[in-house]
């Protein structure tokens, strides 16, 4: 392990990485969960790639240990490091229009794999454009609440940190963004 790239910033981030993903297992409204804006938030500002997937799958799997799995697991990890892609590419240029366009485009795509997942390996819909169009137009309250709680807890994961650099300026600091 290079102890070099565990910096105050990093440090800080992953914290709030394992608090959001410990806000999963606290009773919520369906959907309306940290996830998607943990692995936004853990793409932009953890500098390192390995760390920018690590820390935010990680803390994901380990909640699902106490949430269980389910056969579309592969969808939703799926979706999640397309998330922390879209981060990654906020690295060192985090900016609102940002951080709502990603949260946007995250919730779409997470929305578009996973309920993709459910209609192609459930039992549920059949396996006709009409069964896939059923999928997805079922699902779209699920949409709204994820759209919203991506949109709320990014706000509050990238404000806040926001904030805490504006206190702390070593947070600013960043680990040199490498593969």
């Known amino acids: 392990m290079n102890w070099k790239a565990i910096t105050p ?3 800080v981030v992953t914290l709030i990485i ?6 999963r297992l606290i ?6 969960t940290p996830i998607a804006a943990i692995a936004l938030f853990g793409g932009a500002h953890l500098g390192k790639r390995w760390l920018a997937f690590a820390v935010p799958i ?8 106490f949430l269980g799995f ?6 939703v990890y ?3 490091v397309l998330i922390v892609l879209l981060g990654t590419r906020m690295h060192n240029n985090v900016k609102v229009p940002y951080v709502i366009g990603g949260s946007l485009l995250g919730s779409l795509s997470f929305y578009l794999i996973t309920n993709f997942a459910v209609w192609a390996f459930t039992p549920y819909y059949p396996l006709t454009w009409q069964g896939l169009m059923t ?5 779209i309250p699920f949409f709204h609440a994820g759209l919203l709680g991506d949109l709320f807890y990014n706000s509050i994961l990238f404000g806040g940190f926001y904030f805490l650099q504006q206190r702390y ?8 963004k490498t593969n």
């Open 18 to 23: 394992v608090f959001a993903a410990l806000m």
């Open 78 to 80: 799926l979706g999640f």
């Open 70 to 75: 389910h056969n579309t697991m592969i969808a």
């Open 135 to 139: 999928s997805y137009t079922m699902a």
């Open 169 to 176: 300026p070593a947070l600013k600091l960043s680990a040199v």
């Open 58 to 65: 990680t803390a994901l799997f380990v909640s699902d240990l």
């Open 9 to 11: 910033k990093v440090l």
């Open 27 to 32: 009773p919520h409204y369906p959907n309306f």
